[in-house]
């Protein structure tokens, strides 16, 4: 999950003025993700590619930048800002007026929409989610906008209001940036404060080599009435891409060069006027400054590389190797102990995600910590304010956890059957949590939540919330938050297969519709009638903070909200108009029939509008009077297309800056406005007026009675600065709608709440030990941050109790990360949670199914998990029980413990008789017990038969070349082996032995094997005239070294049988007569010559009394003692050999076989055992060798047993 998290240095994160970013993956499981905004993105204006006809033919952005806002998210942006050529790729996430520097009051003059922001959720995105639906009303439609109904047009041509006949002109001045009208891309940077220095950064990046081929750096000292060219201070050569200031000294400033052409950082600390360059060995991605050291910053490398420096820049040290992008935080005043302390989310040469802590200057691996005692799924760490979120990886489901002021992590508590696909932290600053949570059967719309003071319970605050598809395809979550009214919310809520608008004064505990306007703009009645029809706000914020966007609020001025939005029965995105409120959402009058920019002037003292940036204009409006009267003034002698607007760059001055260009070919048009003249006093305290805060008449709000100093409508004084805006705050007698319901309760349609289907009321904390109190919830829980006092407080509220003691119930036992699964060697921890019972009074068992168990006195000890490590491999059975003197309960897990596979052989015959069953083995080494699969191929079968047990019977029946593969699985390890067998009606065969010396040349692999049984195979066929193609010689593994012969039918019709066989025993007794009178040989190696000889049918080389026999007569003598004995163990214990029954058919009522076939009917030909010059003993002596050495010997060999050299 790609997510934008943490904090920003020198900030903090703004209760639902923040844009949560949800990028999307694709995953193969369902799965969800934790993210949030840390920190305000380089602001980007795009100036759209247009048609013929229209303002511009160049693809041009603007980037609008704060001076002491730094980024945290600047991988992301880095990519857009250098030539990314989607113009859908500009991304923005609030106004860098929200956040405050230093000690100055948070000023959030261009606060945006608190919504949620996430890639188009049909690129695949987080598992299950889906786009918008396209039959949605609030679809787009060709031009660009939604389609949709609404009841109420706008019928006014102009929709400005009252105007005044004069158009007195402001005063401004205009800069033009000259020389660069091919630069398509511009940074502006300006201090927020007091300071009159603007930066601006002009590049041009060229699409096709895919980097900066010009930069300019321009510098203003006087708010922008002129501008110093400051390429001579940087380097004439010297390409610019980014430009950073530090937060808590504005006058520290780092630029950043092209990686393409150099690595470098340019430091300035005089306000950029001049600056030393440093040369570095990695590529800075991006900066995050320590929100109270001057000199500390985290610099994040392309190749996913973790530096700081204390230092300001100029020297960096490693911090970690691997770290996920925008996963790494300074630590937090009055939570973190080191000021220094850095929280980032590491990788480890495995592949797996840690969550791990370290100090700046000394994080090597024996200093770093690690809070979370396991692994986490990528890209999931949030730390932010009092919190820190985590997501760990499980299978199919989500499991979130949660650590508060630092402490243990405990998992988050979701409703039961929540199973979210999606889970995105809105905002965490007010004492709680509010969370998005896209559930199981949603697609396009989120639930809303919002948790106890803890961060671990959470309740449902609203169901499906819209959800906007901005212009860059993004989606994003229609909700807002009022600026400067705690606890007032506005979303878009689906039902019904309509989109409706609702307004709730006490974080969503109770919500209604938006009573529409009285009046339109010419004072027409409107007959809007609750809830058939309703006005209805378009919430999301603009992608640019500089473009106001369709709603907006300001915390100096509580209770005004301007919005586009439409009357009717839902939501539409045509025939808009722009609506205003002065009290806070109670009622609401139209302003403007047209789609208009609005700011704040003057700290919300006064309003002004200008025209979407797709109309050129030389004037804009300012209404003294919350919008009920305009004025129109003239900024500039030629039409502008204004690409942004800076207001209020200084706390102390009255100026705006707008940015834009006259034409699509002119250089980039700066004119900077000075509105003082506007005023025609400063404000005094006559000027001001109370106004009380409420619901539709209800002035208890959030379990208070505020009141309010706001400026008289229509006095047309200057404010200069912020003025006291609460004046009084008078707690309230608690009611019912001061509280919520209790996670596991839900809101019933008689109002009260009542016990979840899957929630037992009754259920008492573990932890609640006998002689402790606890407090037994009622079902209401009372909204954070609400002030009541008395009233219904006591019925409500959660009521202490002592402890009963109760016996265990509800005994669960888990694995940490959630598998059954573990490999030999590891350690495993097991995690035991009790339901219900007393757990300080609980007595622990475990045992591990190894012979080894565990007891604990009580619960505690278990906490952080029970560690064990299997030394083998098998099917552990893993019981739990917990016991107390009133009970015991009890619980079982089977675990898999495994090894990877690194060898497996497949046993099986040569030639086999048709028709009869063979058996055919696989040895696994190292050795595993109920732990591997088998997949066994056999012939041309298309399905494997797949077994737990290592052999397998099978017939074939029919004759000729099968093959035989079987694969082999232990946990994540699949290993394979083939073997070739020959199928026939009968054939002959004959052991064989070699002379001594051949075993030391013998390596034991199977391809030795072959080329040595080729070379028998050459031998044998120069004292015999048997065909080639039906003589076939396989070696077995081991020494000493064997091998076996194979000699196989020609034809096979039961009219030439006994021909055949004839022809099989002639070509027999040759060989055998050849080998008995050592005349097969072969020659290894120059001078090692090697004899064959035959050890089934003649004792003749035990008796030779040469030198060079007396070695081979005492192995074949020792051989023969071995065969006796293993005859005897046979016939003795009845032991089943693999395919010792193979080779001929045995009839207790007929005389034994020497070549038979399975199944034969009485009038088959046989050959008796009188027809051949060997006894019927020596013939089971031969078939008990070829067992031992080709089964007995093959089973100890960790090596193969060797295929038929030839077919």
């Not at 006087?222 to 060219?229: F, H, L, P």
């Amino acid at each position: 999950m790609e997510t934008r998290a943490g904090s920003c240095p020198g900030s903090r994160l703004v209760s639902l003025g923040i844009w949560v970013l949800i990028a999307a993956h694709t995953l193969p499981t369902a799965r969800a993700e934790i993210s949030c905004v840390s920190c305000p993105l380089p602001v980007q204006l795009n100036r759209e590619e247009m048609q013929p006809g229209a303002r511009d033919l160049r693809s041009i952005r603007l980037e609008f930048r704060e001076l002491g806002i730094t980024d945290q998210d600047l991988g992301t942006d880095r990519e857009h800002s250098e030539g990314v050529s989607r113009e859908d790729a500009l991304q923005f996430h609030r106004s860098l007026d929200e956040v405050p520097l230093g000690d100055t009051p948070e000023d959030p003059a261009l606060r945006r929409a608190k919504r949620s922001e996430f890639d188009d959720l049909s690129n695949g995105g987080w598992t299950g989610a889906a786009g918008v639906d396209a039959g949605a009303p609030e679809d787009r439609g060709s031009n660009g906008q939604r389609s949709g109904r609404s009841e109420y047009r706008w019928n006014k041509d102009d929709g400005r209001g009252n105007n005044r006949q004069d158009e007195p002109k402001l005063s401004s001045s205009t800069f033009s940036l000259t020389g660069d009208s091919a630069h398509n891309h511009a940074v502006v940077y300006w201090s927020g404060r007091n300071s009159s220095v603007i930066l601006i950064l002009t590049k041009l990046y060229d699409f096709h080599m895919g980097s900066v081929t010009e930069s300019t750096l321009w510098r203003s000292t006087d708010y922008g009435s002129t501008y110093e060219r400051m390429n001579d201070k940087v380097g004439t050569k010297t390409l610019l891409s980014y430009l950073y200031v530090c937060p808590s000294n504005q006058k520290k400033i780092m630029v950043l060069t092209d990686p393409e052409f150099e690595s470098s950082v340019l430091i300035s600390t005089d306000e950029g006027a001049s600056y030393q360059k440093y040369r570095l060995s990695f590529f800075i991605l991006s900066l995050l400054f320590h929100p109270m050291e001057e000199d500390w910053a985290l610099a994040y490398s392309h190749d996913q590389k973790l530096y700081s420096s204390v230092d300001f820049g100029r020297k960096w040290q490693l911090i970690h190797e691997h770290v996920t992008p925008n996963r790494f935080y300074w630590s937090v005043a009055g939570l973190d102990k080191e000021p220094d302390l850095i929280h980032m989310e590491a990788h480890t040469p495995d592949g797996n995600v840690q969550y791990v802590t370290c100090r700046a200057q000394t994080c090597t691996e024996a200093n770093r910590n690690y809070p979370f005692p396991g692994y986490i799924d990528i890209s999931s760490l949030v730390v932010q304010d009092d919190y820190i979120f985590i997501q760990v990886p499980t299978s199919g489901r989500a499991t979130y956890y949660v650590s508060y002021k630092r402490d243990s992590f405990i998992q988050i508590k979701l409703p039961k059957y929540s199973l979210p696909k999606d889970l995105h932290i809105v905002s965490s600053d007010e004492k709680q949590v509010f969370a998005a949570v896209q559930e199981w059967n949603q697609n396009d719309t989120y639930n809303l939540y919002l948790s106890d003071t803890r961060g671990i319970f959470f309740t449902l605050a609203m169901e499906n919330v819209k959800t906007t598809r901005g212009i860059g395809g993004n989606q994003m979550l229609d909700l807002y938050e009022v600026a400067g009214i705690k606890g007032m919310l506005i979303a878009n809520k689906r039902q019904d297969n309509q989109v409706k608008t609702y307004i709730t004064y006490n974080k969503g505990r109770d919500w209604r519709l938006l009573q529409a306007p009285a009046t339109d703009l010419d004072g027409n009645d409107i007959h809007c009638i609750l809830p058939f029809c309703s006005l209805h706000l378009q919430l999301h914020g603009s992608e640019n903070p500089y473009v106001s966007g369709a709603i907006s609020s300001k915390s100096s001025v509580p209770g005004i909200i301007v919005a586009t939005g439409n009357i009717g029965p839902e939501l539409s995105y045509n025939n808009v108009g722009m609506f205003i409120t002065s009290d806070a959402g109670n009622s609401w009058r139209p302003i403007f029939e047209e789609e208009h920019n609005i700011w704040f002037l003057d700290k919300g003292g006064a309003l002004v509008a200008v025209k979407q940036p797709s109309v050129s204009t030389r004037h804009l409006w300012v209404s003294f009077d919350e919008g009920r009267q305009w004025t129109q003034h003239s900024f500039s002698s030629v039409p502008l297309f204004v690409d942004g607007v800076l207001v209020e760059a200084g706390a102390q001055n009255q100026i705006m800056t707008f940015f834009g260009h006259f034409s699509h070919r002119s250089e980039w048009q700066l004119i900077k406005i000075d509105y003082k003249s506007i005023f025609s006093r400063k404000c005094t305290e006559e000027d001001y007026q109370t106004w009380h805060l409420h619901n539709q008449g209800e002035p208890c709000v959030m379990g208070q009675k505020q009141i309010f100093m706001k400026r008289r409508p229509g006095n047309y004084c200057m404010l200069g600065k912020d003025y006291s805006r609460i004046l009084s705050a008078e707690s309230c007698i608690c009611r019912a709608h001061d509280f919520e319901c209790d996670y596991g309760y839900e809101r019933r349609s008689d109002g009260n709440c009542r016990a979840s289907f899957w929630f037992n009321p009754s259920t008492v904390s573990r932890s609640c030990s006998q002689g402790q109190n606890y407090f037994n919830s009622t079902g209401y829980r009372k909204v954070v941050l609400n002030n009541c006092t008395k009233g219904v407080k006591d019925m409500y509220s959660a009521r202490k109790q002592q402890c009963p003691n109760r016996p265990p119930k509800g005994l669960v036992l888990t694995s940490k990360d959630g598998k059954l699964t573990a490999s030999m060697g590891s350690n495993v921890t097991f995690l035991v949670r009790l339901d219900e019972g007393d757990s300080m009074r609980t007595n622990i068992q475990l045992e591990f199914g190894d012979g080894t168990a565990v007891s604990y006195s009580n619960l505690s000890w278990t906490e952080e998990g029970i560690k064990h490590i299997y030394k083998s491999a098998g099917l552990f059975r893993v019981t739990a029980l917990a016991e107390n003197t009133l009970g015991y309960d009890t619980t079982t897990l089977f675990l898999h413990v495994t090894c990877p596979v690194e060898h497996v052989q497949l046993l099986a015959p040569f030639v086999i008789i048709r028709n009869k069953e063979v058996n055919i083995s696989a040895v696994v080494l190292p050795s595993q017990s109920r732990t591997v699969t088998y997949f066994w191929w056999l012939g041309n079968n298309t399905e494997p038969v797949i077994t737990l047990d290592g052999s397998i019977s099978h017939t074939f029946t029919s004759e000729g070349v099968h093959t035989i593969t079987v694969q082999v699985s232990a946990g994540s390890s699949i290993l394979q082996d083939t073997r070739s067998l020959v199928v026939k009606e009968f054939f002959k065969s004959l052991l064989l032995s070699f002379s001594p010396n051949l075993d030391e040349f013998n390596p034991d692999i199977p391809e030795w094997r072959q080329d040595v049984g080729r070379v028998i195979k050459k031998a044998l066929l120069r004292v015999s005239d048997f065909p080639e193609e039906h003589l076939l010689v396989a070696v077995f593994p081991g020494v000493p070294t064997a091998a076996e012969l194979f000699l196989v039918p020609n034809k096979n019709q039961s009219d030439d049988r006994k021909k055949c066989e004839e022809e099989l025993e002639k070509a027999s007794s040759v060989i055998v007569t050849a080998l008995n009178q050592n005349l097969v040989e072969f020659e290894l190696k120059p001078g090692v010559r090697v004899i064959v000889y035959n050890t089934q049918l003649t004792l003749a080389p035990l008796v030779d009394s040469s030198p060079r026999h007396s070695s081979s007569a005492m192995l074949m003598l020792l051989s023969v003692v071995f065969l006796g004995l293993a005859v005897f163990l046979i016939y003795k214990f009845k032991r089943k050999i693999p395919w010792i029954n193979i080779y001929a058919e045995v009839n207790q009522e007929k005389e034994q076989e020497m070549i038979g076939s399975v199944g034969q009917s009485d009038s088959t030909p046989k050959i008796t055992l009188s027809e051949f010059t060997t006894s019927k003993e020596l013939m089971e002596k031969e078939l008990d060798a070829r067992v031992k050495r080709g089964v007995g010997n093959a089973c100890e060999s960790t090596r193969e047993i060797p295929n038929c050299t030839s077919v």
